[in-house]
C-alpha cells in the first residue's frame, strides 16, 4: 500500500506537538542558567519535564554526570515512542537516528577502555539505551582490551567496518581510524535510508539530517587538514561526497588546501563575517560551527510550520530534544565547575 | 488464610563478632524481609563500612571469572549438592586457587581461539584468492616490480570510489577483481615515486593488504594449496588443545561447580551485609518476620549470644500499614491461585486476601461455561500431566496445572448436571439438573443472577477492607461502599418486575412481600447519595471546601457520574451472562462438528471420526482456551474491580543460600 501522509502522520504529528511544547522555552533556559549553583539548577529542572528524570536517584547522588545522563531518558523514550508510533516505511529512518547514540555510546565505551576507566565511570557518560542496546557496554569495559572488546560486537552490525579499522588501530594504537571509520559508516547508511523515503518526506529529511552532515562533513575536512595536517588523499578517504549544501568539489577544495573562506561562503551563502572568522580557522571553526548549529535549530523549528504531515516535525523535534539536552549538559558542567557566565555563553545556543 | 501472614518489624542490634551466625540464622527458613538500613551507618565511609563493599565487589568479579572459566569448559551446571557455607570465603585465598585454573584454561583457550582466528583468516584469503584462482601470474614477481608500486588487498565496497577520488592528482590503476557482500578485492598500481601517496591512500580508504606468510610464494593456485595445508595444521592443534581441556574439565568440574556454589553464597552474604546499619561496634538489622517465627528466631538468636538486642514491633492492619510487606497466606489447595491474584496484583497487607474466593470462583465459572464430562477430565488429564512435570514440553505450562486440574474436575461436575458428554448433549444420559442447549433462558437468567451475587460480595469485602483501615468515608459513601450497594440492590429489586414480564423469573423473586414502589424509593434515595458522595466523604475527612469548582460544575458531573455508575453496574452484571451464553455455545459448537463430522463421513467411516476429532482439538484446544481468558476476565474486571485495589509490598524472604535456578 502506498504512504498516505495524511492518515500516516496524523497521530505521530499530534504525538511530537506535544513533545515539541515541553521542550524548555527561552526564558526557562536563562532561568536555569542564572541558578547559583549546579544544586539550584537541578532543583529548578525538577519543576520541568526533566523532573521525573532527576527523580529517579536520590537527590544526594547527583552530580552533573549523573544528571546527564538521566535527562538523557528523556530523548530516549520519545524516540522510542516516536519510532512505534511513525509510519512503517520511516522506521528504518528514525531508528538509524536513533542509532546514533549507540555510535557515541560505541566511541565512549573504546575510550573508556584505552584510560583504564572502571565501567562505573563509563556507564554515566552513555546514552540510556537500556534493553534495545546492541553493544555489550559492560562487558566490553570489563575486557580491558580493545581488541577483546570489538570481538564481542561481532553479531553488530558494527563488526565489519570495525573489523578494516582494527588492523590501522593494531598498527597505530590510536582510535582515530576506529571512530573515523563509525562516522563514516553511519553517515553513509543514514544518507541511503534518507534516500528511500517518499519525495516529499525525503526533501525534509534531506534538508535536516543533510544539513548535519554538511556541518560535520566540513568540520571534519577543516579539522584534518588545519588540526591533523592531513594529506588531500586523507582528507578526502575520511570525509564524505554528499551532503545538503555541501558539493564533492568543495570538499576536494579544503582537502587540495585551497582558501577556506570562498568555499564557506559559496556553501552558506546567507552566513556573515566569514572571511574573518576563517582567517584563523584554529579560533574561527568553532564559531562556525556554532553558528551552523543554530541555523539547524532554526530549520528544525520551521518544520513545525506548513505541512503538518511530513517526517520534518518527527527529525526536527528528535535534533531539538537532543540540542536541549546538550545544552543542559553544558549547564551542569558549568555550574558544577562554578564558571562565570561569560566561560560558557558561547556554548549555549540560547543567547543569553 | 484470609489475611496475608500477619508480620513483625524487628531491629536487632548484633555485636560485630556475631554478624556472620546471626546473618545465617536469618536466613534460610524464608520468614525474614530484610529492610536496607544502610544509612543508619554511623560512618559509611570508614574503613570497616567499605570492607563489605570491596567484598561484594571482589565475589562478584570472582562470580565472573569462575562463570567464564565453567563456559569456556563446556561443563553443564547440573543441580548442585546443597551445603551449608560456614564462612563467607576468603578473596585473597580463592582469587589465587580461580588465577590458578583461569592460567590454565586461558592458556588453552586462548590457543584453541588463536588457531580458529588463523583458520578463519586463512578461509577470508581463500575466499579472496579464489577470483583470482585462474591468474597465473607468481604475486612475488609483482611485488618486486622495479618502475610500479602496486599494493593487493580488500577494503570495503563502500570506500572504493572513495580511495579512486583521492587520488586524482597522479596517474594510478585501480582494478577490482573481485566483490563479495560488502567487501571488495582491488589491486592498486602506480609509479613507484608515488608510493608514499598510494600507501598514504590505501591506509586511509582502510584497504587491508593482503599479507601472505613468507612460505605462500608463486602463483593463486599454488598459494591456495599452501593456505588449505595450513587450516588443516591449525584443526589438528584445535583438536589436540581440546583433548587437553577435556582433561581439565574433567578434573576440575566438581571443584569449578562447589566454588561457584560457595561463590554466590558469599557473595550474597556480604550484599546482605552491606545493607546493614553499622555502628561503631555494633550492626543493626531490620526487617520483616512472620509474626509466629518470632519466638524461635529469639530462641536460636539467643542462643548465639546474649548480648543481641531484639525489638520487636507487631504490624497492624492499619491506615499506616502500607509500607509492610505482603506474604500470602493461604492453605496448599488454594495455593496455586495465588498467582492469579498477584498477577493482577500483590494485595496490600491491611486487606483481605481474595484468593480464597478466586480458588473457588475461578473452577466454578470455568467449569459452568465448559461443563462437559469428556472435554472436563481432558483438561482435568491435562492439568495433572503439567503438574506432574513428567513431559518436558509442559513446562512452559509453569504453575498452570493446579488451576487447570481444578477447572477440568469443574467442567466434568457440571458436565453430569448439563448430561453433557464428549459434546453428545443428553444422550448417553438426562441432565442431572439442566440442558443449556435446550433451557436457553434459564441459564441465561441465572447466570446474571449468580453475577448478582457475586457482585454484591464484591461490595461486602469492600466494605469489610475499608473498615478495617477505618477508611470511614469511603465504606459509607464510596461508590463501590455502602451507598453504592444501596443503589445496586434496589437497582436489582426495582428491575425484578419489569424484567419478569419479559423473561421468566422464579415466582419468589418477583413476588416479594414488599411495598409498592418500595425499590424505586431506595433507588431514587441512594441515587441522591451517590450524587453527593464526595460532599460527605469531604465532609467526614473534613476536607474544604466541599464543593469544588462551584454548584453548577458540580451537578453536571455528579449527574454524568451517577449515570456512569449506573451503567457500569448494569454492564458488571449482564457481564456474568456469558457464563450462560458459553455453556450454551459449547453445546452448539460441538453439535456444529457433528454435523460436519456426517458430511464428511456419512455412514461413520473413518472421515467421521477425523471430524470428530478436529472437533475434539477445537473444543478443547481453542473454546477451551478462550473459556479460560472469560474466567480471568470476569474475575479480574467485575469481581476483583469491586473490591480489590492492591499495591502491596511482596514480600522477599531474606537468603544467602543461591538457588539453584541462580547458578
Known sequence: MSPNPATDFASINARVRAMYSTLLTKQELINLSEAADLDALLNLLKHTVYGPYLDRIKDKELNARRAAFLIRARLAEASHSIIYNSPEYTRELLTMVYRYHEINNLKAVLRGIITNSSWDKVRFVLFPYDGDNEIPAKEMVESGNVVQAVELLKTTPYYDTLSFAMKRYSAEQNLFPIEVALDLDYWRELWKAVKKLPKEDRSYAEKILGSLLDMNNLMWAIRYRVYHNLSEEEVINYTLPFGYRVRDEDIRAIAAGADLAPIVKRIYPFLTGLDEMLSDPHSGLPRLEHLLEKKIADQCHACFVGNPFQIGIVLGFLELCDMEIQELVVLFEAKADHLATDKYKNYLLVDL | MFYPQKMTEVEIIVPAKDLLPVTRALSGQGVFSQTDVNYLSSDRNSAQANQWQEKVAAYSALERRVQSIIQALDIKQLPMKKHDLADPLDEETTKLVVDEIESEVKSLVEGINIENKNIEHFSGMLQQLKALADVDVDFSQMSDSRYIHSILGMLQHENVDRLRTSLSRIPFVLYPLSQQQQKAVIWLAGSKANTEILDRAARSAYLDPFTLPDDMNGTPAQIIESINRSINESKDKIASLQAQLKKVREAKEGQLLDLMWDLRGSHMTANAIVRYGKLKYTYVIVGWLYSNYLTSLKASLRKISSEIIIEARVADRGKDSSGVPTALNNPRLFRPFQSTVTTYAQPKYSEL????????????????????????????????????????????????????????????????????????????????????????????????????????????????????????????????????????????????????????????????????NFFMILLIVFAVLVMFSEVFIHLIEGHRPLVEGGFGIYFAQAFFELFEVLISFLSNSLSFVRVGAFAVAHGNLAAVFFILAKMVGPNGGVGYWIMYLVGLVFIVGFEGLIVYIQTTRLTYYETFGKFFNGGGTRFEPFTIQPAENEI
Open chain 2, 353 to 516: 486476601d481474595p484468593t480464597p474466593l478466586v480458588a473457588i470462583l475461578f473452577p466454578l465459572l470455568f467449569g459452568a461455561m465448559f461443563g462437559d464430562v469428556g472435554h472436563g477430565a481432558l483438561i482435568a488429564i491435562f492439568g495433572a500431566l503439567v503438574m506432574s512435570k513428567k513431559i518436558k514440553a509442559l513446562k512452559f505450562f509453569g504453575g498452570l496445572g493446579p488451576i487447570l486440574l481444578a477447572c477440568g474436575i469443574s467442567a466434568t461436575i457440571f458436565g453430569f448436571l448439563y448430561g453433557s458428554v464428549m459434546g453428545y448433549e443428553g444422550t448417553v444420559f438426562e441432565p442431572l439438573w439442566l440442558a443449556p442447549t435446550e433451557d436457553i433462558m434459564t441459564i441465561l437468567i441465572i447466570t446474571i443472577g449468580a453475577g448478582v451475587i457475586v457482585l454484591i460480595l464484591g461490595f461486602l469485602i469492600n466494605i469489610y477492607n475499608l473498615l478495617t483501615v477505618k477508611n470511614f468515608a469511603q465504606a459509607i459513601f464510596g461508590h463501590n461502599g455502602l451507598v453504592g450497594l444501596g443503589l445496586y440492590v434496589s437497582m436489582i429489586g426495582w428491575a425484578l418486575p419489569v424484567v419478569g414480564k419479559i423473561f421468566p423469573i422464579p415466582e419468589a423473586l418477583s413476588n416479594l412481600p414488599l411495598p409498592k
